[in-house]
């Protein structure tokens, strides 16, 4: 386990106190690190309403791409929304379909599956669906770097819209359309959206063009659970979209949402960004990891009360077998990476017997674990394919784009890439990408850095603190939760708690007042914090709701003894 940086931002300026006086001193401090100097840029970020709404006309190949919707809709053309099978893709396509049924379209979904098909378009899907009868394709979260793929689209004659948020390659897809904010030389100022957000454009400037009364709030719920899931920057737009799609899942009407956060013992009236993140999310994503994602699809679209707690339970139960396939297979991997190179600069773990559902967040693991870009793939009959992770010192599409030449496929963003590449490619790939990460890592200290707001006592810790931390929300990725470092704190209680002894639960005191503090996965650090020790803690500070009791709790990121250096 690699130790942690520690990073206290510096304090606000003169000038930012000043424009911030209405606010409490470490709001102050919270809303200066974030950028928000002056009083007006913070109540707009506080309300979320830093980033209005943007025309979703600003987006290129917006015009053409409706213009074609409404001739389908018009001349009840077939249409098919061909997804990903992650909570990004499923929520977008549900959005879609959802919204062409409403208004009349002849609209359905397909989602590949991840085990017979792989990611993105592929040429056999494209074949039975012309065979079918369907003349138009739309993609939501793929299809930006299927240049063969959209060429055999229009060889069959189908029309292929392409929408994502994928980073595209040089040479972008000769479909019909395309939308996707990251292409060269689209104006939206926004380039962050989701592939769901991406979707929610579209919706929004068909439900324009049809001058139609459709209510676009209700498919917000979708976005919010897309948006977190696919760990997009909860920041300007974004921020906006998951703000009001919370708002709309804590009062959802959605049938199969209300059952999954039942199945999960979620208060689905209470729910968060972090509670998508770490509760509904994953089990959203299990079905397309173990088996199909048509059946989260279901979920999300069913009115069927009794279909829709099936669904739920059967969510549940994928999550619990990818959890402990999750287990096995980081285990595997990390044996390997020990028994191969355990100081490369990139780790590299392939196997047969590999779930290629789960690789990728073995992968994270193995990066979490290390401080390394991991690589964990499944070695098939022929290719080989894989998930990669990576941390902020090392762009792992970049990598990828220089060796494009040897993969059959690839792509993604700069922490997560996946690709799949021809068995005997698979050494020179290694090789090479190891060379590259050598370059771009070798001699660097690689170190986690866990980043505070600033320092300030348990005293300082009021109730009322809470309500102004509540205005920072959603938190998540691209605005983080607001983090505190107390120093010298002395450890009253210390003991682990959970599966194995997993987590770290410790009362502690700076004198005059007392906290309890839970560290998630921080329980082999109970030998070195006993009572009576002190401690300097860095965490986040909430409202523990537990068996219909609620108190407050310091949340630890991190804890080293008092003296040690940051």
């Known amino acids: 386990m690699q130790s942690k940086r520690w990073l206290v931002q510096s304090p606000r300026s003169e000038a930012a106190d000043q424009e911030l006086k209405e606010y409490p001193p470490i709001i102050r401090q919270i809303l200066f690190n974030r950028g928000y100097g002056s009083g007006d840029a913070a109540r707009r970020f506080l309300r979320a309403e830093s980033v209005a709404e943007t025309s979703p006309w600003k987006l290129m190949g917006m015009q053409e791409t409706i213009e074609r919707i409404c001739k389908a809709m018009d001349q009840k053309e077939p249409i098919v929304i061909y997804g990903d099978y992650d909570v990004d893709g499923v929520t977008a396509t549900a959005l879609l379909v959802e919204l062409l049924q409403s208004l009349g379209g002849n609209a359905r979904e397909y989602i590949p599956n991840r085990f017979d098909e792989g990611y993105g378009i592929n040429n056999d899907a494209l074949k039975a669906l012309k ?26 004659g189908l029309d292929l819209i392409i929408t994502d948020h994928h980073q595209p390659a040089n040479d972008l897809p000769k479909a019909y359309a395309i939308v996707n904010p990251k292409q060269t030389g689209d104006e939206y100022p926004d380039k962050e959206l989701a592939g769901v957000g991406v979707a929610y454009k579209i919706a929004e400037a068909l439900i324009e063009a049809r001058k139609s009364d459709f209510d676009k709030s209700q ?12 760990l997009a920057p909860l920041t300007g737009e974004n921020r906006y979209l998951v703000r009001k799609g919370l708002e709309r899942i ?28 770490f509760v509904l999310g994953p089990r959203l994503n299990a079905a397309g990891r173990l088996e199909s994602a048509l059946a989260a699809f ?13 669904l739920a339970l059967q ?22 990476v020990l028994a191969d190179d355990p100081q490369a600069d990139i780790l590299f773990a392939v196997h047969p017997d590999f779930n290629t559902g789960v690789v990728g967040l073995a992968a994270s693991r193995l990066a979490e674990t290390y401080y390394r870009p991991a690589v964990v793939g499944q070695i098939g009959d022929e290719t080989t394919r894989c ?29 997560a890439a996946g690709f799949t590449v021809r068995n005997e490619n698979l050494n020179e790939l290694k090789a090479r990408l190891k060379e590259y990460a050598k370059n771009e890592l070798g001699g660097k200290e690689l170190k986690p850095t866990l980043t505070s707001d600033g320092e300030i006592s348990l005293a300082d810790l009021k109730p009322e603190l809470l309500k102004y931390l509540g205005d920072l929300q959603p938190t998540g990725f691209g605005n983080p939760d607001a983090v505190f470092v107390t120093r010298g704190a002395r450890i009253k209680t210390s003991r682990t708690v959970g599966a194995e002894g997993k987590h770290l639960k410790l009362t502690v005191s700076d004198g005059k007042a007392f906290f309890d503090a839970i560290g998630f996965r921080l329980g082999h650090l109970q030998p070195d914090f006993l009572v009576d020790m002190k401690a300097d803690l860095m965490y986040t500070f909430e409202t523990n709701e537990f068996n219909g009791r609620s108190y407050l709790q310091l949340n630890l990121r991190d804890i080293k003894s008092s003296g040690i250096p940051d």
Request: proline content about 2%; glycine content about 6%; hydrophobic content about 40%.
């Open 298 to 310: 279901e979920l999300l679209t069913t009115r069927d009360v009794m279909r829709a707690g099936q």
């Open 250 to 277: 804590r009062a959802t009407s959605r049938q199969g949402l209300f059952s999954l956060a039942n199945v999960a013992e979620l208060n689905i009236s209470l729910t968060t960004a972090t509670n998508i993140g």
């Open 387 to 415: 998930s990669c992770r990576s941390i902020p010192e090392f762009h792992i599409t970049e990598a990828l784009d220089r060796c494009a030449d040897l993969l059959v496929r690839h792509g993604g963003h700069k922490a």
């Open 219 to 230: 498919l917000l719920d979708l976005v919010a659970l897309g948006t977190v899931a696919d």
């Open 131 to 156: 065979q079918d009868g369907v003349t138009l394709v739309i993609s939501v979260d793929c299809g930006i770097r299927s240049p063969a793929e959209a060429a055999y689209a229009g060889e069959l």
């Open 315 to 336: 969510l549940d139960q994928n999550n619990r077998d990818r959890q402990a396939l999750t287990r096995l297979i980081q285990e595997q991997a990390e044996a390997m």
